[in-house]
């Protein structure tokens, strides 16, 4: 019975594993096939306009499937969902872009980098969660992995100033306390609806930035594909992968869910080698090999099979 028990918490945890992955796979995959419309269209408005549509992409799905009644939902779960919200979307996104301006790309890659590192210390200094060798590890080496991948070709990196190091910070805190909380909150919410709750606070702490930048921007200049990226990003980068996220979230550790931002930028890097002909460099290759071992890593305790491996003193 104990080995049963065992084996479903195992699977539990891979099924978890996957779940966030895909979330990040994701988010990463839209960065080169949105970077066009975000550099044509104002960044609130874009953003609002695509929490909107992945609001509307899973609220009749979020009715259907998971039977939410939203006139009913109480105001605990909606303080979760805002928090939840503003975190991981809106001071995370807000934070990311007032600081890349000002901060060399070099610098921008190796603090960005530094979530899982974040969400470890968060989660066994506020939380308890145990820090073991394994989990350690992987930090570790994903950090150093997705700095290399990171890293600028180039020998001109840009200046640093001490205000663009700061948001920078903020932006990697806020993205690390998103994933704690995220699975530390109760919130009777399921996946979906949880989801679209984000998308629609998203939107709501995003219009006042929006309102500001429609003084200078008209929605009619939107081109058929702006509108067609936005539908993609609504859809691909907000709904389906907070979808993602708050499934598997909870079955994992909070370590192990920081350590899966790490695939982001392989991610990006696929996409941008498979739809935009661009190189993949043997380093990269190498660095996308080192994040799949530290993911491993982060829900596995080597030091247990260390032990397997050693001979008891009784049997000498």
């Known amino acids: 019975m104990r080995q049963l028990d065992k084996e479903a918490i195992m699977s539990s945890k891979l099924i978890g594993l996957i779940y966030v992955v895909l979330c990040f796979v994701l988010v990463g995959s839209s960065y080169p096939i949105a970077q066009q419309a975000m550099e044509e269209v104002p960044t609130w408005t874009f953003t609002s306009i695509t929490f909107a549509i992945?609001?509307?992409?899973?609220?009749?799905?979020?009715?259907k499937s998971e039977k939410t009644n939203w006139f009913k939902i109480s105001l605990k779960d909606w303080g979760i969902v805002a928090i939840l919200s503003l975190l991981g979307a809106v001071l995370y996104t807000v934070f990311l872009l007032y600081?890349?301006?000002?901060?060399?790309?070099?610098?921008?890659?190796?603090?960005?980098?530094?979530?899982?590192?974040?969400?470890?210390?968060?989660?066994t200094l506020f939380f308890r969660e145990k820090l073991t060798f394994s989990v350690a590890l992987s930090v570790i080496l994903a950090i150093v992995s997705v700095v290399v991948i990171s890293l600028p070709s180039g020998g001109n990196s840009g200046n640093t100033t001490a205000l663009g190091l700061i948001f920078l910070l903020l932006s990697t805190l806020s993205n690390a306390l998103n994933i704690v909380l995220a699975g530390k909150l109760q919130c009777s919410l399921k996946p979906m609806s949880m989801a679209a709750g984000v998308c629609l606070t998203g939107l709501v702490f995003s219009i006042p930035m929006t309102i500001s930048e429609l003084q200078n921007y008209s929605i009619s200049s939107l081109t058929g594909n702006n509108i067609a990226i936005m539908i993609y990003y609504g859809v691909f980068v907000w709904a389906v992968p907070y979808m993602f996220f708050f499934k598997g979230v909870t079955k994992i550790s909070s370590a192990s869910a920081g350590i899966c931002v790490s695939v982001v930028p392989v991610a990006s890097m696929i996409?941008?080698?498979?739809?935009?002909?661009?190189?993949?460099?043997?380093?990269?290759?190498?660095?996308?090999?080192?994040?799949?071992l530290s993911i491993i890593l982060s829900e596995v305790d080597i030091t247990k099979f260390f032990k397997k491996r050693q001979p008891s003193t009784s049997s000498l």
């Open 54 to 63: 992945g609001f509307l992409f899973l609220l009749p799905i979020t009715i």
């Open 99 to 123: 600081g890349l301006p000002s901060t060399s790309a070099t610098t921008a890659s190796v603090i960005t980098s530094a979530a899982p590192a974040f969400v470890v210390v968060i989660s």
């Open 271 to 292: 996409t941008a080698a498979l739809f935009y002909d661009q190189s993949v460099t043997s380093v990269g290759l190498f660095a996308t090999a080192i994040i799949i």
